[in-house]
């Protein structure tokens, strides 16, 4: 049974554990899912659960918290602009945990832990929002490019042959 046990040790030690512990979690934040064990899964969960929670909250002393635990500065700033407004409404459950079978080594158990919320999906969206937008806008200046083109392709051409014509005059 596992009352009151309050972690799972890993098979590591305390600093070995805080370390793994710490790089899965930066990395979930970094790519928004990651393949690991689900031991591994359960612990890394636990951690990024609380500090999503945490950065909700955009303080100075919320981003020392976090910072302890996350030594990159850019996915710290990702936590807080990024991935912490999209769960402002969720009172929990920031991250899934997708079963995909067993490790072929020695059949432990994997699977993906990922953010519920993913900042690619929303701002692929809106990149084709931005994609049609800016298909609109290309063609619309290439129209406009043209009938330019065409307006100016017949005034230099006239310009210039009275200008050819007026040189070898003077000369």
Same mark, same amino acid.
């Given at each position: 049974?596992?009352? =009151?046990?309050?972690?799972?040790?890993?098979? /590591?030690?305390?600093?070995? =554990?805080? &370390?793994?512990? =710490?790089?899965? *979690?930066?990395?979930?934040? !970094?790519? $928004? !899912?990651?393949e690991t064990?689900?031991?591994? &899964? +359960?612990?890394?969960? =636990?951690?990024?659960?609380?500090?999503?929670?945490?950065?909700? *909250?955009?303080? %100075?002393h919320?981003?020392?918290?976090?910072?302890?635990? +996350?030594?990159?500065?850019?996915?710290?700033?990702?936590?807080?602009?990024?991935?912490? #407004?999209?769960?402002?409404? /969720? &009172?929990?459950?920031?991250? !899934?945990i +997708?079963?995909?079978g067993? /490790?072929?080594?020695?059949?432990?158990e994997? %699977?993906?832990? $990922?953010?519920?919320?993913?900042? $690619?999906?929303?701002?692929?969206?809106?990149?084709?929002?931005?994609?049609?937008?800016?298909?609109?806008? *290309?063609?619309?200046?290439?129209?406009?490019? /043209?009938?330019?083109?065409?307006?100016?392709?017949?005034? #230099?051409?006239?310009k210039?042959s009275s200008?050819?014509?007026?040189? #070898?005059a003077?000369?």
């Amino acid at each position: 049974m596992k009352h =009151r046990k309050g972690f799972n040790a890993l098979s /590591r030690t305390a600093s070995q =554990r805080k &370390a793994l512990k =710490r790089n899965m *979690v930066t990395s979930l934040f !970094r790519y $928004e !899912r990651i393949e690991t064990t689900k031991a591994k &899964a +359960l612990e890394a969960r =636990r951690m990024a659960e609380k500090m999503i929670t945490r950065a909700k *909250v955009d303080s %100075v002393h919320n981003r020392r918290q976090v910072s302890q635990d +996350l030594f990159d500065e850019g996915v710290v700033a990702k936590l807080f602009t990024q991935i912490a #407004p999209l769960n402002i409404d /969720r &009172a929990g459950g920031y991250t !899934r945990i +997708l079963k995909i079978g067993n /490790r072929q080594g020695d059949a432990a158990e994997m %699977v993906i832990l $990922e953010l519920v919320e993913k900042t $690619e999906a929303k701002s692929e969206k809106e990149k084709k929002k931005e994609d049609k937008k800016t298909a609109k806008a *290309v063609k619309k200046a290439a129209a406009e490019k /043209r009938a330019s083109a065409e307006e100016a392709s017949e005034k #230099p051409a006239k310009k210039s042959s009275s200008k050819k014509e007026a040189a #070898p005059a003077e000369a």
